[in-house]
């Protein structure tokens, strides 16, 4: 065996926290000092969380983007992630649908009820109605097994450019004046959207979504306008995708005001952001 993938590979089944489990004390030999090294330099980056029962796709998926420098934490079904997560939130989470005790679309519903965490779906599934239900209940993307690494990888580096780190610092290059159109308030450093005064919260999708309507108020922006504000350039959606993030949208803003009317469609051109 090639002696630099060997180590890695070792490193990967020796380092525990990939299993949500905390790190055992030790005195770090010679060769371990350049791991801990890595290990303590991977604090910085982003930290993902992946949920899948399929043990390979954990070991596969771990090796490609701890690679990038990732952290990584795995778990084999949604309750033990949800019940992780209290504890060790990530910055984006990976999950697959159909797993044990838990599959991917009930823990995606329990972590909307208080997080707006970005969330990719692995799926073998080719029914197109799981795509869509899962887009309605806040996932950011979805990604179809087989798969290959570098896609996966690149759908990875696209959320994250689009959401700000646990610190606060902007990951995303984009600009960070708060904007502000009658009742809404939006800041993106912070990633924080209000109502009325009511905090709304959003999805990193959503939120640029709805950025790039209230930007311009009365301006039409197209399926594909929205797209381009929300997506990046490597990531294929179509039209159906931004309808049901804009059904969600107004359910959101609904649910704290019921008289919420700003986001209009013009059916065959596109959407816009009310006048004040």
Not at 95 to 119: A, C, F, T, Y
Not at 200 to 229: C, H, W, Y
Request: net charge neutral.
């Amino acid at each position: 065996m090639n002696f630099l993938v060997g180590a890695q590979i070792g490193d990967f089944i020796n380092d525990s926290s990939h299993f949500g489990l905390p790190l055992r004390a030790s005195r770090p030999t010679a060769p371990a000092a350049g791991i801990l090294q890595r290990l303590m330099e991977s604090q910085a980056m982003p930290t993902i969380a992946l949920v899948d029962d399929d043990r390979n796709i954990l070991t596969s998926v771990s090796i490609a983007l701890e690679a990038e420098g990732y952290r990584i934490m795995t778990y084999t079904d949604g309750a033990s992630a949800l019940d992780g997560f209290k504890t060790s939130p990530p910055d984006l989470a990976i999950l697959d649908i159909k797993m044990p005790r838990m599959d991917g679309m009930e823990l995606l519903r329990r972590l909307r009820q208080k997080s707006d965490m970005p969330v990719i779906f692995l799926t073998s599934k080719d029914e197109e109605i799981d795509e869509l239900f899962g887009l309605k209940m806040g996932a950011d993307d979805f990604i179809r097994k087989p798969f290959s690494q570098r896609l996966l990888v690149e759908r990875v580096k696209a959320v994250l450019r689009r959401v700000t780190s646990k610190d606060g610092i902007s990951i995303k290059e984009a600009d960070a004046k708060v904007l502000e159109r009658g009742q809404l308030r939006m800041d993106p450093e912070r990633h924080i959207c209000t109502w009325k005064a009511e905090p709304v919260t959003l999805t990193v999708t959503e939120f640029l979504i709805l950025q790039a309507l209230a930007s311009r108020p009365g301006v039409v922006k197209s399926r594909n306008a929205l797209m381009d504000a929300a997506y990046d350039d490597q990531v294929y959606v179509d039209d159906r995708t931004i309808d049901s993030h804009i059904k969600r949208l107004r359910k959101k803003f609904k649910a704290v005001d019921d008289a919420f009317d700003m986001i209009e469609t013009l059916y065959g051109v596109g959407y816009r952001f009310k006048e004040a």
